[in-house]
C-alpha cells in the first residue's frame, strides 16, 4: 500500500463529507453519544462501523486479538468504564468472528512467544468446554464452535465487571453477543441471555 494514497483518500473523503454536509466535521467535534460499545477483533477483514452499517459517534469501538475481554486487561477494563459511566451506552457488543486467527492459534499446540499469555485466555475456553469442543470430529465445525463460546464466556467476562452490574441494576443496559460470518457477510446473533448469566454470575460475583 501506498501511504501517500491514505492521505488522498483521506482528501477525497474530506471533500465528500463537506459536499453533503458543509458542517459535518464542526458537528462531529462537538462529541460523541454513541449507544453502542462495540468489542471485536482486530483483523484487517472486520471493521466494526462498516459491518453494521452504523456513522461516525454511533458507536464506541474497542478491538484486540479474538475479541478479548480479561478482566486483567486494563485497556479492556478502562474502556468498559469509560462507555458505561461517561457516555452512559445502552448496549455492550462482543462480536466474534468466523475464521480467527487468533482462535486458530490458540487451537495449535505451538509456543508462540508474547502471544502465549494472551492465547492462554482462549484456550482457558476450550478448556472450560473440552467436552463439548472434543464431541465435535469435524475440525472446521469445532474451529467455528470455538469461535462462539470465546465471545460467549467474554460477555460473561464483562458482566462480571461493576459498571455493567451497577448500570444493569440502575438502567436498561444490554450485553450482546454476536458472530460475524465473513463467507456470507453476515452477523450472528448468539441470543446470549443476559438477564440469566448475570444471575448466575453475581452469586460470586456480586457487588454492593
Not at 467535534?29 to 459517534?57: F, H, W
Not at 468466523?98 to 485466555?121: E, F, H, T
Not at 460473561?156 to 457477510?185: C, L, P
Request: charged letters at 25%.
Amino acid at each position: 500500500m501506498d501511504i501517500k494514497q491514505i492521505f488522498e483518500n483521506n482528501n477525497k473523503w474530506v471533500q465528500e463529507k463537506l459536499n453533503r454536509e458543509s458542517g459535518y466535521f464542526n458537528s462531529l467535534s462537538k462529541g460523541q453519544n454513541p449507544d453502542i460499545l462495540y468489542i471485536g477483533c482486530s483483523d484487517s477483514r472486520v471493521t466494526a462501523e462498516e459491518l453494521m452499517g452504523v456513522s461516525p459517534g454511533e458507536a464506541f469501538v474497542f478491538r484486540n486479538i479474538a475479541n478479548m475481554v480479561p478482566n486483567t486487561d486494563l485497556g479492556a477494563m478502562s474502556v468498559i468504564n469509560y462507555a458505561v459511566l461517561h457516555l452512559h451506552v445502552e448496549h455492550i457488543v462482543v462480536c466474534g468472528h468466523y475464521y480467527c486467527g487468533g482462535v486458530k492459534a490458540a487451537m495449535q499446540s505451538q509456543d508462540l512467544g508474547i502471544l502465549n499469555p494472551w492465547l492462554r485466555n482462549i484456550r482457558d475456553v476450550y478448556r472450560t468446554h473440552r467436552v463439548e469442543l472434543n464431541g465435535i470430529d469435524d475440525e472446521e465445525q469445532r474451529y467455528k464452535r470455538l469461535v462462539e463460546l470465546n465471545v460467549q464466556e467474554q460477555c460473561i467476562n464483562v458482566i462480571k465487571t461493576a459498571e455493567v452490574q451497577r448500570a444493569y441494576r440502575d438502567s436498561t443496559i444490554m450485553v450482546h453477543g454476536w458472530v460475524f460470518d465473513i463467507h456470507s457477510g453476515k452477523l450472528i446473533d448468539l441470543e446470549i441471555d443476559f438477564p440469566e448469566i448475570l444471575k448466575n454470575v453475581m452469586e460470586i460475583y456480586r457487588l454492593e
